[in-house]
């Protein structure tokens, strides 16, 4: 027999087990993730662990509060897939099987519940003007590899809260931010950028940023950072202490347009491997403080 269904014997042997010691130890055998794949609609098992299936949800998924604009339509979620997204609105319990609201519906909070299978956030909320809000409550996991384009174009949006937010293994942030015009304020300080390798346009055309902590940021896998702060008009101090631009090699239009930035924090600057540097400080006047 092959391997495959040697695991999956195995897989469907566990359901039969009466042993809770011998469950148990499975369990803490196993990764988290492979158990809760056998075990996610057993309710047995659970019991036989004292785990209860809302405790696997939790682990398992993302979930995510959205508030959308007040007497707006339009597209808040960009899923097709509606097996492995969950949507409620208004803390209803009945699922929502679309990625829409209309304009005559009282919507006041969308809750979406997004399933252990997606590995990638990429383009998730990408033109989806009718958000205001968007809470991320629980993020545990720490396998999603894509951000690119996440809030691409989100700019009726004014607070976003990512204080969960795992990025371990994140390898794409291009674009993330792009277009979120609204947005004043934006805490990033818990990301974990070491597999980053594209930050480019990350944040152009946040006109409105005022307040942009990326101060625990490492981007010692970093390539592309072109125009990554293009546009950021009202951002004043930025502090990228803990940059390692010794990768880089694309820094075009990197500050374009921050008329307002007077200083940069930034004591590992390196520019040795950049082959692109055209426009890197256009329309702004800023000192760099390396020390």
């Known amino acids: 027999m092959s391997q495959n269904g040697n695991k999956l014997n195995k897989e469907v042997s566990l359901l039969n087990i009466k042993s809770n010691i011998i469950i148990k130890q499975i369990a803490k055998n196993l990764e988290e993730i492979k158990f809760l794949q056998i075990i996610r609609y057993n309710k047995k098992i659970q019991n036989r662990v004292n785990k209860t299936l809302n405790y696997y949800k939790d682990l398992s998924t993302i979930r995510i509060e959205i508030i959308p604009v007040k007497n707006e339509y339009g597209t808040f979620i960009n899923c097709e ?5 969950h949507i409620y609105f208004n803390d209803n319990e009945k699922e929502i099987k679309r990625n829409s609201i209309e304009a005559f519906e009282k919507v006041s909070k969308i809750n979406v519940i997004i399933d252990y299978k997606i590995k990638s956030l990429k383009e998730l909320f990408m033109g989806c003007e009718c958000i205001e809000k968007i809470n991320f409550t629980n993020f545990r996991r ?3 590899t894509d951000m690119s384009y996440i809030f691409y174009g989100c ?3 004014k607070q976003i809260v990512l ?6 293994n994140v390898t794409n942030m291009s674009y993330m931010f792009y277009g979120c015009s609204l947005l004043e304020n934006l805490d990033l300080s818990k990301f974990k950028t070491e597999n980053v390798t594209n930050m480019s346009h990350m944040f152009h055309e946040c006109e409105k940023l005022k307040e942009l902590n990326i101060s625990n940021f490492k981007t010692i896998n970093v390539i ?3 125009f990554m702060f293009k546009s950021c008009r009202l951002l004043s101090l930025l502090n ?3 940059f390692n631009t010794c990768k880089v090699t694309n820094m075009s239009f990197m500050f374009k347009e921050c008329a307002s930035l007077e200083e ?4 590992d600057f390196n520019t040795d491997n950049v082959a692109y540097k055209i426009g890197m400080f256009n329309e702004c006047s800023l000192k760099i403080r390396q020390n």
Do not use: E, H, Q
């Open 81 to 85: 897939d509606y097996n492995n997204y």
């Open 142 to 144: 720490k396998d999603i």
């Open 155 to 157: 700019s009726s949006i």
């Open 163 to 168: 204080n969960n937010f795992l990025t371990d």
């Open 224 to 226: 592309d950072m072109s």
């Open 240 to 242: 990228i202490s803990n």
């Open 264 to 267: 940069l924090f930034a004591p």
